[in-house]
C-alpha cells in the first residue's frame, strides 16, 4: 500500500498564472511520456519480474513518479489560478475550460486525453526494461523542449529538476537491465523470455 | 522565504538524498558507503526535525505523525500545490 506525505518532492511557487504555459506542462501530467504514464507503467510491470533488485527498483520509481505527477498538477493549478475570461480567450485556453474550468485532467499537450495504450506490460522482463530505458529518455526529450519554451524561472527550476530525475531513472534501469541479462542463460543471445522460462537464470545442463 | 520554509527546505533535501540512495541501493545492495550516508542523513534529518518542533510545533507529513489531540491537525497545514505552502 502507499502512505500520503503532504509535501511535494520539490517545491512549486509560481508568483504569476500563465494558461499558455499550463497548456503545454500538462502533458506532463496526462501525455504519452507524462508522470502518469511512467508510474502506472512502472508500477504495473512489477509483477513478472523475476529478480528482486527489480522490483524493488520498479516499486520505487513507480513511487517517485506519482511524487512527480503531483508536482506537475500543482504547476498546471498554479498556473491557472486568478484569470480573467479575457484572459482565457486570449491564452487559447478556453477549450480547456469549457470543459474542465480549473479542474487538473490529465491531457496531452494536443488535448488528447490519457490512455493505457501509452504503457506497456509485456511480461518479459527484457522487454519491459526496454520500454522504461525509453520511456526515461522520451520524458527527458520533453522536458528539454518544455525548457526551450519556457522563460519564467519559478517554472524553469521544478522542470530542471524533473528532467534530471529522466537521468538518474534512466542510469537505474540500465543497471536492472545489465543485472537481467548477467544471469540469463549465457548461450542466449537473443534474451528470449527469460520472464517466461522456468529455467531463468539457471545454467542449463 | 521565512525560517521555517528554510527549514522545510532542509528537511526536504535530506528527504530527497534519503530518496536517491534508496534507487541506488536497489541496484547495488551490496554498497556499505551508500548505507553509511543513508544512516548520516537519517540522524541529521532527525535533528533537523526536533529544530523544527521545538521553533515551530509538531512536523506532521504523514497521516501517522498527526498528535492525538482535540481537533485533527492534518488539515491545518496548506496543502502542497497551494503557493503558500512552504511558509505555513
Not at chain 2, 526536504?12 to 550516508?37: G, I, K, Q, T, W
Request: aromatic letters at 12%.
Amino acid at each position: 500500500m502507499w502512505q500520503y506525505e503532504k509535501k511535494l518532492q520539490y517545491p512549486v511557487k509560481i508568483k504569476n498564472p500563465n494558461p499558455k504555459y499550463a497548456q503545454i506542462i500538462i502533458t506532463q501530467y496526462g501525455g504519452p511520456d507524462g508522470e502518469a504514464s511512467a508510474a502506472l507503467r512502472y508500477l504495473t510491470q512489477r509483477y513478472s519480474q523475476p529478480y528482486n533488485e527489480v522490483k524493488g527498483m520498479l516499486t520505487d520509481i513507480g513511487t517517485e513518479e506519482l511524487a512527480h505527477m503531483e508536482m506537475i498538477c500543482a504547476m498546471v493549478h498554479q498556473l491557472t489560478r486568478n484569470l480573467t475570461p479575457e484572459q482565457i480567450a486570449e491564452s487559447g485556453f478556453a477549450p480547456y475550460f469549457v470543459d474542465h474550468t480549473n479542474g487538473v485532467y490529465p491531457i496531452a499537450a494536443s488535448g488528447m486525453p490519457w490512455t493505457a495504450t501509452y504503457i506497456q506490460a509485456k511480461g518479459d522482463a527484457i522487454t519491459d526494461l526496454h520500454e522504461d530505458l525509453a520511456a526515461e529518455q522520451k520524458a527527458r526529450v520533453t522536458y528539454d523542449n518544455l525548457l526551450r519554451l519556457i522563460d519564467d524561472p519559478d517554472i524553469i527550476e521544478p522542470l530542471k529538476f524533473l528532467r534530471a530525475r529522466e537521468v538518474v531513472h534512466y542510469q537505474r534501469f540500465g543497471e536492472a537491465l545489465r543485472l537481467t541479462t548477467d544471469r540469463l542463460d549465457c548461450k542466449n543471445f537473443y534474451a528470449f523470455n527469460p520472464g517466461f522460462d522456468k529455467l531463468r537464470g539457471k545454467k542449463r545442463g | 522565504m521565512n525560517d521555517k520554509a528554510k527549514l522545510k527546505r532542509q528537511i526536504y533535501e535530506l528527504d530527497f538524498a534519503f530518496y536517491e540512495l534508496v534507487l541506488f541501493l536497489d541496484s547495488h545492495p551490496a554498497n556499505r558507503r551508500a548505507m553509511e550516508l543513508m544512516r548520516e542523513y537519517r540522524e541529521k534529518r532527525e535533528k533537523l526535525i526536533k529544530e523544527y518542533e521545538e521553533r515551530f510545533g509538531k512536523y506532521i507529513v504523514t497521516l501517522k505523525d498527526v498528535p492525538m489531540s482535540d481537533s485533527w491537525q492534518w488539515l491545518d497545514s496548506p496543502w502542497p500545490w497551494d503557493t503558500d505552502f512552504m511558509e505555513g
